[in-house]
């Protein structure tokens, strides 16, 4: 069993930066893959980035280059730094960690962009 637990959301003006963070306890970290979703009011959830066990990077192309995923093992977290962010962003940012058929959800960290 894992838990996850995001933090960092918030209320920012467009082009501003935001740094999401996702602490992971109760297995070892350093096996699963990580990503971190979004979901915006009346859509489905939909894959933003994810880094796999060995540090390999993926992102949804809407956010390639202005977001960056990266993960500390040795803090047991996950870290989502987001830049040139636009009102498109705005969703319930929620982190994913799996190994295999085993896959963990947090409860998700509400971004809001505006003005």
């Known amino acids: 069993q894992v838990q996850v637990v995001e933090s960092g959301g918030g209320l920012v003006r467009p082009g501003g930066s935001l740094t999401l963070s996702c602490a992971a306890s109760?297995?070892?970290?350093?096996?699963?893959?990580m990503g971190w979703y979004r979901q915006a009011p009346g859509k489905q959830r939909d894959l933003v980035a994810v880094?796999?066990?060995?540090?390999?990077?993926n992102y949804a192309n809407s956010v390639k280059g202005r977001f960056t995923i990266s993960r500390d093992n040795a803090k047991n977290t996950v870290y989502l730094q987001m830049n040139s962010l636009k009102p498109e962003d705005t969703a319930v940012y929620y982190c994913?960690?799996?190994?295999?058929?085993?896959?963990?959800w947090g409860q998700g960290t509400q971004v809001t962009v505006s003005s």
């Open positions: 994913n960690a799996k190994q295999a058929v085993r896959s963990y």
């Open positions: 109760g297995s070892i970290f350093s096996f699963y893959d």
């Open positions: 880094i796999t066990n060995g540090g390999s990077t």
